[in-house]
């Protein structure tokens, strides 16, 4: 499966925005779907994730509440509402799937992910 994240933008603090993963080739209804960031000068980190089955989702703590993840296996896409954008979450976005299809459990770790596609920079200023 490769996957394509898209919707980045320069915005003020506050204001919302909506990222798309698309994912081509492969069975894309079978993975999990994660979407994490590296901000300037840091490690990449885990932002949310989307189990395959849906219904199930995980976020790290700094973005509950503001970060949405869905899906839509239909069109191959996975979304990220950003509600409440932060300046701490000004960074590069990227998109990716859990290596084992129909894993058992959402899982955070970057390590289990592959099929990385190219991020889409978010700029949130203040």
């Known amino acids: 499966v490769q996957l394509q994240a898209s919707g980045g933008g320069l915005v003020q603090a506050g204001d919302s925005l909506r990222l798309s993963c698309a994912a081509s080739?492969?069975?894309?209804?079978?993975?999990?779907i994660g979407w994490f960031r590296q901000a300037p000068g840091k490690q990449r980190e885990f932002v949310a994730a989307?189990?395959?089955?849906?219904?199930?989702?995980k976020y790290t703590d700094s973005v509950k509440g503001r970060f949405t993840i869905s899906r839509d296996d239909a069109k191959k896409i996975v979304y990220l509402q950003m509600s409440s954008l932060k300046p701490e979450d000004t960074a590069v976005y990227y998109c990716a799937a859990d290596r084992e299809p129909f894993a058992p459990l959402l899982r955070d770790s970057l390590r289990v992910y592959d099929y990385w596609g190219p991020g889409t920079e978010v700029t949130v200023s203040s």
């Open positions: 080739g492969g069975s894309f209804s079978k993975y999990s």
């Open positions: 989307s189990r395959w089955s849906r219904g199930n989702t």
